[in-house]
């Protein structure tokens, strides 16, 4: 169980560190002064709930490890043997992370990023309405927590869908092109993995199947708003859930973990 | 690249740039997302803010946005991210008459020497506190 509860627990601060990273890279580039910050606001919304979720895991892992579990080299290199929130962060490898392929997409131009908000808002919004049930104390609280910050995320993404969608002939063709090239990850967001299975038995978690009707229907009325049409059945990329992912996440990883790998344990 | 920022003064806000003119229609998205030029576009909002202790909205400062919903947005995100309010008011900075610095001499000056409009000249019984 110990240990598909810490995977379940790393796919959901992996998600939203990713997503959060792929937004901190419009810091200083937003397409006007006041979105810059709205969507530097969101990135750190996101990165605080993976800290939240890396916090306890580390806790745990830390727990099972004094209880005499084997160790993950991986997790302590470098931090004294102890896992952090840092040490999952930075000392991770590419295919130790369970985000969804959604979350690492590039930011491409503002539609893409947009309709990426979106899609896994939406997504977020109704995991975590869910997941404020869990029986697992700390996660309930962090959903808690968190489930505000979604609810502003999915209402100013959903609101920028509508507003590229319905708006200009040029802005709406934008959209209809992040839509073919986003669409293919969402699928992955509803495929439950066996340590989702697990936690969602287990009532810490959610079996993210059970979403699916919510989004569907939410993206249904947002796209309808704005004039997109809704897709039709596509072949879905999936794997970045079990570790399996694009090219991307190096590219990421190689920014995001830069600065601990080349001077461990550096700190200002 | 283009002007990324672009100073208004208060009482002194160009035509063009949301000032005086309305029957300009400012488009709903920036026609080029990556370039701010286009932001120029959207009208300028005067943004009020009502902290959790006040009992009025006060001026905060002004910003860009296409419409009232996007400005009340933008000034969430803008000037509301440390906790500093609990209501927003927006209004285009077009709508703001502001009166003219050369008329300063007649409109504050004439109250310069009328100490007798300010309510000190009363003596206050000592059970009435917080005057």
Known sequence: ?268 | MNNFFRKSYYGDIPEDKGGGDQSKQPSKVPSNGADLGEASDWPLWEIFIRSKQGLDHKHMGSLHAADAQMAIENARDVYTRRMEGISIWVVESKYIHASNPDDAENFYEPAEDKVYRHPTFYDLPDEVKHM
């Open chain 1, 1 to 268: 169980m110990e240990k598909e509860c810490i995977d379940y627990l790393l796919h959901l601060a992996d998600d939203s560190l990713i997503l959060g990273h792929r937004n901190s890279e419009w810091c200083g580039h937003g397409p006007v002064l006041e979105q810059d910050i709205a969507i530097t606001n969101i990135a750190l919304d996101l990165i605080g709930q993976a800290r939240n979720f890396y916090q306890y895991a580390a806790q745990l892992i830390n727990g099972s490890q004094n209880a005499g579990s084997s160790k993950t080299p991986s997790l302590d290199g470098g931090f004294g043997g102890e896992a952090s929130e840092d040490t999952l962060a930075y000392l991770r490898d590419r295919h130790e992370f369970k985000n969804c392929l959604l979350t690492e997409q590039p930011n491409d131009d503002w539609a893409k990023t947009i309709l990426r908000q979106f899609l896994f808002s939406s997504y977020q919004y109704f995991l975590y309405e869910e997941l404020q049930g869990s029986s697992t104390p700390q996660i309930a609280a962090i959903a808690e927590k968190s489930l505000k910050e979604v609810t502003y995320h999915l209402r100013w993404s959903s609101e920028w869908v509508i507003r590229l969608g319905d708006g200009t002939k040029e802005s709406h063709q934008k959209m209809i092109s992040a839509i073919e090239e986003l669409w293919k990850y969402t699928g992955e967001l509803f495929e439950a993995t066996g340590y989702e299975l697990q936690a969602a038995s287990e009532n810490m978690g959610v079996d993210p199947s059970s979403l699916k009707t919510k989004w569907e229907q939410k993206v249904k009325n947002v796209f309808r708003e704005a004039t997109l049409p809704y897709p039709d059945k596509v072949s879905m990329k999936t794997g970045g859930k079990q570790g399996d992912h694009s090219e991307y996440l190096s590219h990421i990883l190689a920014d995001l973990q830069f600065m601990q790998r080349a001077y461990p344990n550096s700190e200002w």
